[in-house]
């Protein structure tokens, strides 16, 4: 057999080679070539663009005015019935904190801070947590492995691992409300979302998260004293902006980390403070 | 029971069966009390949020460091090319494929959704030093499997009853010098990432030094797995003629040993002064405090400094021990302890101080672990696995063996000294 190739040979491998090439980048993910696609993948990828464009101009915020926190838990409660968390879990935990100098007692309820430099979306090694374009840090319960790595990557303790298989009542539905998402499986890491079903579901009928109870967190909704605020801190408008640009003291925990978190705090102040 | 009485009460009469059987009860306690896990789940375990990596990680992380032998001593014999050392890295390659297959075992328990296991090769997520430790175990698993084949090809059974196939896996031996290419430059990434896998946490300040953590775990692994190969080598000599010894190389290798764990305390000494926080660092602070004078202060201290470093150093150095063989074992067993001792202390030191993450936990708090029998258990048992593993390889795959030449026999470089040691 010869090993000559003629110019029709060479020819013929060119074309199939430009042809493997050219549908190999086609098909690939990358759009190199915008190919002509079908219209209802063209539509469907069209509204997932505009979808995931509109989420990236939010930036959900949590604002807690430890002022008004008086430590009684009923957010707690709220969260532990609408997500459905076994009862050796709370996704969010109210602390007491050093009283002010007048000896006013402080409280700091603390849910997952959805850092915009998470650790745990950088360390999770299978990208089960990770980031949306609106910013919150989500949980796939159906990729995580239970390595638990997230848990000592997290400064604030906000991961939970379901060390066993939450089966039988919650205690607190149905008083303290309904659940509205699924239980977990044993063996994957859990945490506090923003309620972001809510948040999603409320923005779909044109509710305002926020503004409007059945589109803002759980937690947020059963404060009775009006501790936690939520929003968009992109909308200079929302509750949160408002309250931050009032309340140029807030801070945010272990900042000093380069983690970013989303939760403001608006610290506790005794009277003479206020007044001055 | 005839097959009983013909073959297995013969065996039972030759310790080394006895051995086999003694490691096989504790095989079989660690293989139920897994299925308990397996079945029940983590929550009969003593881990807890605070401290969710506890014994079974600790022994994960040991396996991992000590089969470094695998890839350093290859390296050594392939790319230094020490010839001498070629017949020590078949022990090496051997007791790694061991090592790591422990580790994953350990991992398989400890992951609380196991049927995921293959998520790390799926989903990528190539910002995690986990990640890329997964995959460099899973492909560098792979590499030693081939490695390990040609030994399996040279079994007895498998050479009388299959020659074909047995042919076929020793031509894979052909590969060696390129797997040991592969397998260095795999483990430097994930023995490394080790390290960093701890080195880069931000939540925790006495892990918090990424490049420190990852030289640290790098070298005590390449020096605890020489020492462990060389410690093995030397003590399979002493209880059965199959393993047959070049005393003179292990000598050697026992000398470098001795100069490699000098520099790992050295490396270990600065990276502590340098970690060592002027004034008041809450939470390094803590858990620097549990190191030196608290819960882990005698595992830090006795285990990992005193016997795990300063004292094999000067036992493999100075001339007047070091010519004694059974001071030498002591030494080279005292720095495969040394380096176990260092992944427990390193892995519970940072979580035995909880810092920020639960309620009151704003001055720094200190927690406990004690594994549950549960874990211990299942420990136990695939520490049993690894024994039961080498015994098998040295009874009958001859993996201590230095008096075969494994390559070109021609060659004059092979030492009068690689006459079969007979004692």
């Known amino acids: 057999m010869s090993t000559k190739i003629d110019r029709r ?27 002509p696609a079908t219209s209802a993948k063209a539509e469907a990828d069209a509204e997932a663009k505009a979808k995931s464009a509109q989420r990236a101009a939010r930036k959900w915020v949590m604002v807690v005015d430890q002022n008004k926190c008086v430590g009684c838990d009923l957010c707690l409660a709220a969260c532990h019935a609408y997500n459905d968390t076994p009862p050796n879990i709370s996704w969010s ?3 007491e904190v050093e009283p002010t100098s007048e000896g006013k007692r402080v409280f700091r309820p603390m849910p997952c801070q959805h850092c915009e430099n998470a650790p745990c979306v950088e360390v999770c090694p299978v990208r089960a947590t990770y980031h949306r374009e609106d910013g919150l840090v989500m949980m796939n319960y159906d990729r995580c492995i239970g390595c638990r790595y997230c848990q000592l990557s997290c400064p604030y303790g906000a991961r939970f691992f379901n060390w066993e298989k939450f089966t039988g009542p919650n205690p607190d539905v149905p008083h303290a409300g309904t659940p509205e998402v699924e239980r977990r499986p044993r063996g994957v890491v859990e945490k506090c979302t923003f309620c972001v079903h809510r948040i999603d579901r409320g923005l779909s009928v044109g509710l305002i998260p926020g503004v409007d109870p059945d589109a803002t967190p759980a ?26 640009r009032e309340h140029p003291e807030a801070y945010r925990l272990h900042e000093q980390l380069g983690t970013e978190p989303r939760v403001y705090y608006i610290p506790a102040e005794s009277k003479e403070d206020a007044a001055s | 029971m005839t097959l009983i009485r013909r073959y297995v009460l013969p065996a039972m009469k030759q310790p080394v069966f006895q051995w086999m059987a003694f490691l096989g009860v504790f095989i079989v306690v660690g293989v139920v009390a897994a299925l308990m896990v397996f079945i029940k789940g983590l929550y009969i375990t003593n881990l807890s949020d605070l401290v969710p990596w506890g014994l079974w990680i600790s022994i994960d992380l040991s396996a991992i460091a000590l089969a470094a032998c695998a890839f350093s001593v290859s390296a050594l014999a392939y790319l230094a090319r020490r010839e001498s050392l070629k017949p020590v890295a078949k022990t090496a390659v051997f007791v790694g494929f061991v090592g790591y297959s422990m580790a994953m075992m350990m991992l398989l328990l400890d992951i609380g959704r196991p049927d995921r296991f293959w998520h790390g090769f799926v989903f990528w997520n190539i910002h995690s030093a986990l990640w890329e430790v997964t995959i460099c175990v899973g492909l560098y698993f792979t590499v030693l499997m081939m490695e390990v084949l040609p030994i399996i090809g040279h079994w007895d ?9 047995s042919h076929s896996l020793g031509s894979l031996h052909k590969l060696t010098p390129v797997l040991a290419v592969i397998g260095l430059g795999l483990s430097t990434l994930h023995q490394s990432s080790l390290g960093l896998t701890y080195g880069k946490l931000v939540a925790k300040p006495i892990w918090y030094r990424p490049w420190p953590m990852a030289i640290n775990f790098y070298i005590s692994a390449i020096v605890g797995g020489i020492a462990l190969v060389t410690f093995i080598s030397l003590f399979a000599a002493r209880l059965t003629p199959r393993a047959r010894i070049d005393k003179a190389v292990l000598a050697r290798m026992a000398y470098g040993v001795g100069w490699g764990v000098l520099f790992l305390f050295a490396v270990r000494w600065w990276d502590l002064m340098s970690s060592m926080p002027a004034g008041y660092v809450p939470g390094k602070t803590e858990a620097l405090y549990i190191l030196t004078r608290g819960r ?11 016997l795990g470093m300063i004292l094999p150093a000067i036992l493999l150095l100075v001339p007047r021990f070091r010519g004694n063989e059974r001071v030498r074992m002591v030494a080279l067993a005292l720095i495969a302890m040394g380096v176990i001792a260092y992944r427990w202390n390193t892995n519970l030191v940072g979580q035995l101080v909880v810092f920020g993450t639960v309620a009151g936990s704003d001055i720094p708090v200190f927690t406990h672990y004690m594994p549950s029998l549960v874990e211990i258990l299942t420990g136990v048992g695939v520490i049993a696995y690894g024994l039961l593993a080498i015994t098998f390889g040295v009874r009958f795959l001859n993996v201590i063996d230095h008096g075969e030449v494994v390559e070109a026999p021609a060659e004059t470089s092979v030492p ?8």
């Open chain 1, 9 to 35: 040979d060479f020819l013929k491998l060119g074309a199939a080679a430009t042809a493997t090439a050219a549908i190999s980048i086609g098909m690939s993910d990358r759009g190199l070539i915008p190919l």
């Open chain 1, 93 to 95: 935990r109210v602390e």
């Open chain 1, 219 to 244: 937690c947020v909704v059963a404060c009775i004293y009006g501790a936690r605020t939520f929003g968009d801190l992109n909308d200079p408008d929302s509750p949160v902006s408002v309250l931050l």
């Open chain 2, 157 to 165: 059974v498998v050479e009388q009853r299959f020659p074909k196939i």
């Open chain 2, 296 to 306: 882990l202060a005698f595992s830090f201290w006795g285990l990992e400094i005193v």
């Open chain 2, 416 to 423: 009068a000294a690689m006459v079969p040691s007979s004692r």
